[in-house]
């Protein structure tokens, strides 16, 4: 069993906001995050594969179709997006680091054909960044 | 003469939007970025101070000075902002890098006491960046 | 389950010596690391929490809370600090990535109290990492 | 237990090609990389060893002796190489990131005296890299 | 005036080889970059460009345009090429990286319509790299 | 003219301490760098050199020639050692990093016999270098 992992990156604008609370929970709970005009991040997504290579290619998957299936489930969704407005899969939860790499696994885990998906990593910052193994651990 | 440099970041979100342009001209000419939602970008800020080192403490300007300066300059101006609505030293103009690089610029260079700014250079993301001298160059 | 990492970052001395060896025999086996006027490193420290996102804040921890543990127990304990001399849970042992990796897994442990810890990870270098999970592994 | 990784990088040239298949063939399944003049990479490795640290060193192994069996085994095989007609252990399969980090997993496996090998992690690019724990995962 | 600067990177393989010489000055003078089957590395360019921002845009060019410009006269001509036999520019020259960024520097400069371009840095690894400005420094 | 740079990291200790001062003054302008007991850096010094590519090599200069003099005038001096008791080149100065960019330009600039010293870039860490360029700038 080889893992294989693909980066690619993304910029979006998001912000943090409970509307069952108020302005002052918000502020104490999320802080900086809870201001309402956004802000932004350069996100870095780790998509990682698990497969055994074919004999034939050597390769655990077919990295043009992944870079395909990556451009239209990550890109056209997320790219130069807001993600509390224009994301219907993020719709009633916050924009999260942790929400939205759930997100992306949801996306990705039934249209990976070639091995099965291993791990999403998403980095928001190089100092913060979540990884999920959907419910394989 | 020695140039020291420090590198601080910030989170900011922003679009590139001409009100003068029809809907259609900001899409050919801004792309992506018209996207009046607003994306974002982990911005990374290399401040760079031109100076000879003092013989006492062998240091071209006071680092916790500096880092108190950038502080109340840069991060609480910018940092979880919207750059279209929360920066009154960017309105009417696109906020560009490099309009934000030349911005920068002029709130820091005449709060330099120790040596003199020399150059301000700015990442939008890990690919892109520009460099701002002043009128020096 | 999430797994969220948060990265920071140390600057300290340290040497490798036993005492119970002859000078010949340090040298031997620790080389450059046993001249005893010591040397030091920017350490570079990632803690992952394992744990359910909340419902409310869609967050695996306040990092909030995590940022005052870590300057607490990290950066008051080992920054400008020297190792061998000035942290009493390091007293006889020698100050190794592995050895200081294993004190910060004890020191951060049983603090965690959303979530829990599952990783530490340690740079003494870009080149060079330890990776410890307590006793899980 | 605690897993130390030790980084190291090598420069190579290679390219995909399946003899058995038509050039069209090899041209829609290798794109660019089956231009049978080569082209090459920085790789990046990274050599994961599981172990218990030394009480007397500190430490999981002897560093110095890890180095000398990755000049060995790796640098002297594959640096400055084209993995194509000069890797005998490569013969007859596509020099792929996979199957390049398989073969550097069964280089070192049996070599490792202190402590085991645990994972072997090859970058052919900072955007793409493969995993391989030999047949424990 | 503004400095802007596009990274990219492009994949290549090459050696070192002077056929006036012994194979073994070859060797004495190149090492093992004199090995004829070739290694290879992962080029990464910067391309920076001086220029003023434009009133409306807020930008020294269109960035679309520089995009396609370097994907025709560097992706193009580089990318999974073998710098020795593939590159008509290059030919009597050693493909050093010296030499690659003067011929990448005489390729961009007529071709800058916007700005002009100010300096070609090109690393050949992590730890080597060169920068050309033209004849203007 | 064509910069040549080359990357090379050191791992060091020191401390900022000036004697004529009181221990509170020290504490004062130097903070946490005033600890006697000292801490540490993995320093990354960048040394560029302009010359002109040789036509038989391509080459500016000679680089297993550089890379002897680095060894033998940075690692060797500076390299596991504490720069306050083990560098006589920096005795009588504070060991900052302005003061040991300096130093390195004094020790490098004459014994460069291809092309000449440029600059000196030194990291103390990510966020923080210094660029020396001698007296020419």
Redesign the interface.
């Known amino acids: ?9 993304f ?4 912000f ?1 906001y ?1 509307p069952e609370w108020s302005e002052e929970q918000n502020q104490r ?5 809870a ?1 309402r ?6 996100y870095i997504l780790e998509v ?1 594969v698990a497969g055994t ?1 074919d ?6 998957l ?3 179709e992944l870079k395909q299936l990556l451009e239209r489930e990550i890109t056209d969704r997320f ?4 993600l509390n ?2 994301v219907p899969e993020l719709a009633g ?7 939205l ?2 997100t992306i696994w949801r996306l990705l885990a039934p249209k990976i054909r070639q091995g099965r998906l291993h791990r999403v990593r998403l980095y928001e ?9 959907g419910d394989t ?1």
């Open positions: 069993m080889i893992y294989l992992t693909r980066k690619m990156e910029s979006a604008a998001h943090y409970n709970v999320f802080g900086k995050c201001n005009h956004g802000h932004g991040h350069n990682t290579p004999p034939q290619t050597g390769m655990v077919d990295l043009a790219d130069h997006r807001h407005f224009e939860c916050q924009p999260t680091t942790e929400n790499a759930v910052s190089p100092d913060l960044f979540v990884d999920c193994y651990q």
